[in-house]
């Protein structure tokens, strides 16, 4: 009974996938197609997203491994920041290394600067080691030949957006660690969330939903840049998924005013292979989370 409901709901699956890539409305051929709850899992698009890795040697074998496994139905990734340990010293050699592992990918990656390759950096300064993540980073989904069309904030050319089947995906630089330049902090808070609000004055209409990726893990010394955001994303008034890095352990709440705003912190990658992110048309709950770990449960 059991395998015969099981092949059941494949074969609706099946059928709702069909009827969506030829736009057939009403021909399910099981008269099961056209139940509203088939219809909230028709997918748009899956991603996988990784973050705080590499730190160890160990890591250095791990995520090239994790990189040619990637599943075929990657739209794209992101490394949400943090590729390096944080007491190592911010070397160009180690961004060369990890520029060369990620751009091994068969699908585009997007990468958003982490505090331990940035601003926490003391050998070299932060200044130094920003020009050693702008040379290897900036703009690094231009390795691929990708059809995304991404913009990308004049004043903040790392900041990223680009909308893909109905969903609008934004990549900010908000990172953990120390502050080193407290009006460097706010005025690239500010940056950041001018380009969100321009994304979603642009994009925000036509979108499904907002997904949003940042490197840090939400606290006080990001109050002026979430704090607005949560009453933007109230107005928006669709699903948006904040997605970031910093703390290495799963975290999947709603701590915002805002509760549309669902927060997930990704498993660091020494723990878990990246993230896969499914994003579905359901109207509240769109966002699927696979952690790809035994007995993870999400
Ligand atoms: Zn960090």
């Known amino acids: 009974m059991r395998l015969f409901f099981t092949c059941l709901v494949l074969v609706v699956l099946i059928a709702a996938t ?27 698009l899956t991603i996988y997203v990784m973050g705080d890795v590499p ?15 990637l599943p075929h139905d990657a739209e794209f990734v992101v490394h949400v920041g943090d590729i390096k340990g944080g007491g ?9 290394k990890v520029a060369d592992m990620l751009s091994k990918a068969a699908a585009p990656v997007f990468i ?24 290897h980073f900036m703009r690094f989904d231009q390795r691929w030949q990708h059809h995304l069309h991404v913009f990308r904030q004049l004043e903040r050319e790392e900041n990223f957006s680009f909308a893909k089947n109905g969903v609008l995906f934004v990549g900010i630089n908000i990172v953990g660690g120390r502050i080193h330049d407290a009006a460097e902090w706010k005025q690239r808070h ?16 036509e979108a499904s939903s907002l ?8 606290t006080a010394m990001h109050a002026d840049f979430f704090d607005p ?20 352990r799963w975290i999947h709440d709603r701590p915002f005013a805002a509760k549309n705003i669902l927060r997930v912190q990704v498993d660091q990658g020494g723990i878990a ?12 709950e769109p966002f699927v989370f696979d952690r790809r770990i035994a007995g993870s449960g999400q």
């Open 18 to 44: 069909n009827c969506r890539i030829r736009d057939c409305q009403g021909s399910g051929s099981n008269g099961l197609a056209d139940e509203p709850s088939v219809k909230e899992v028709q997918n748009r």
């Open 229 to 248: 955001l949560s009453v933007d994303a109230q107005k928006f008034g669709k699903p948006v998924l904040y997605l970031h890095g910093d703390g290495h």
């Open 55 to 69: 730190y160890t040697p160990a890591d250095d074998v791990l995520l090239p491994q994790q990189i040619s496994e």
């Open 190 to 205: 500010g940056a950041c969330l001018d380009w969100v609000r321009r994304n979603l004055s642009q994009f925000g209409d």
């Open 112 to 135: 958003i600067p982490g505090d331990n390759e940035w601003n926490d950096c003391v050998d070299p300064d932060p200044i130094q080691a920003w020009s050693h993540w702008r040379k």
């Open 211 to 218: 997904v949003i990726f940042g490197h840090a893990k939400p």
């Open 273 to 284: 292979p990246p993230l896969k992110v499914t994003v579905t048309d359901h109207p509240t």
């Open 88 to 96: 190592s010293p911010c070397h160009e050699a180690v961004y060369v």
